[in-house]
């Protein structure tokens, strides 16, 4: 019975010296908190201006990769036309040769034909000679049938072989002048490609020329966003580390005002139980790289559905019931110590809101709050969950190996 009138004596004794100095804590309290949001917007300015850099460096860079795409692509269509364009030059030439070689043949027809045709003339200047009437006199002057005959066919035949043979010059003439016209044709027809290559070659020269010149800007509009996004990568993490900082010294300052609710009397059993006893899903594991600074996790994350009951996971007293930068609404329960003097205490952070106050006593199971998305909070369907911790002798631990699920 003494002992219970010196504690709530003792209890009253510390709740009017905290009356006594709460404006001097309050005024701390408020500063570091204005410390903590200032460097907390400086730190969601500096990584929203790392986005947009970043954003533009994307951009840049798959421009450039684009645009050496399309510069090998050219290379390999030029290189192509270039192929293209002595094919068609070497058909070019070979027509050439095919037509030169028709109207060389087509010459020599010509020249055989006129010897063939200058014969004929000489014979038949011959035949006139013969006689003061030529051909006619020579077959007036066949002495009997025979020789009539004989003369006849004599000229016959050497008509007939006159005209057999100029028919067949003028047979191969004609072929040969159908061989050169197609020669000719065929002689237009490449160098009609090889004026089209040739256009075609120039057209690509020039965009490979303007493409050249684009990779070129687009390298340096890489090289500068590249720059900007490493200054500002390193802005921001001093930024970062500005905010861990007033975060940290916030916190501390927390820690250090909540520990004179702390009951050095209260014996922890051990017997955790669920804070969400109808949520078996863990989101992030203790230890696990978490979602806002890629960090080792230094709880576990229950997804929950916004304003789902949060219930204590042991008996204890509410050290902290406040609203943090990191964690945004949360509240700190000691539970005491154990039989070999470790002591124990439990944090639930991101709270839509808490319904427990500092120094109040609570029960195993009962609500101090709800599941909500307060403070830093990433993830889909705005991120709703419940972080929890087990601090043992102050330092954080795998909750899942304590609790009874």
């Not at 209260?266 to 992030?284: A, D, G, K, M, Y």
């Amino acid at each position: 019975m003494r002992k219970t009138m010196g504690r709530t004596a003792l209890a009253a004794a510390a709740v009017m010296l905290f009356a006594a100095f709460f404006p001097a804590f309050a005024a701390e309290k408020d500063t570091l908190q204005s410390k903590t949001d200032s460097a907390k917007q400086d730190y969601a300015n500096a990584s929203s201006a790392l986005d947009e850099l970043n954003q533009q460096l994307e951009q840049d860079r798959s421009r450039a990769d684009a645009l050496a795409g399309e510069t090998e692509a050219l290379r390999g269509q030029i290189a192509e036309v270039a192929a293209s364009l002595q094919a068609a030059q070497d058909a070019m030439a070979q027509a050439q040769n095919e037509a030169d070689a028709a109207e060389q043949a087509l010459e020599e027809n010509r020249q055989a034909l006129q010897v063939r045709y200058d014969a004929c003339m000489e014979q038949t200047a011959a035949m006139e000679f013969l006689g003061e009437k030529g051909a006619l006199s020579l077959l007036m002057s066949a002495r009997d049938m025979y020789e009539l005959l004989t003369f006849w066919q004599v000229l016959t035949d050497l008509t007939q072989a006159n005209q057999n043979a100029l028919e067949e010059l003028d047979r191969e003439t004609g072929e040969l002048r159908q061989q050169r016209d197609e020669a000719e044709q065929a002689v237009a027809r490449a160098d009609e490609a090889r004026q089209a290559l040739e256009s075609q070659q120039v057209e690509l020269t020039r965009t490979q020329e303007d493409l050249a010149e684009a990779l070129r800007q687009a390298d340096a509009a890489l090289d500068s966003s590249q720059a900007a996004a490493e200054a500002q990568a390193a802005v921001t993490e001093e930024k970062r580390r500005q905010y861990e900082k007033a975060t940290a010294e916030l916190d501390a300052y927390l820690r250090a005002q909540s520990e004179k609710y702390r009951d050095p009397a209260r014996q922890c059993s051990l017997e955790f139980v669920s804070p969400l006893p109808s949520i078996s899903v863990v989101s992030t594991r203790f230890g696990e790289a978490d979602a806002v600074y890629g960090k080792p996790h230094n709880g576990t994350d229950f997804p929950a559905a916004a304003g789902t009951p949060v219930y204590a996971i042991a008996d204890g007293t509410v050290t902290a019931a406040s609203t943090r930068p990191s964690y945004g609404n949360c509240v700190q329960i000691d539970h005491g110590k154990d039989t070999e003097g470790n002591s124990y205490a439990s944090l639930y952070a991101h709270l839509q809101r808490f319904t427990v106050s500092a120094g109040q006593s609570v029960q195993k199971g009962q609500v101090i709050g709800y599941v909500g998305n307060t403070g830093d909070v990433r993830g889909a369907n705005g991120g709703y969950h419940l972080h929890l911790e087990l601090r043992i002798n102050g330092v954080r631990t795998d909750p899942l190996g304590w609790l009874k699920r």
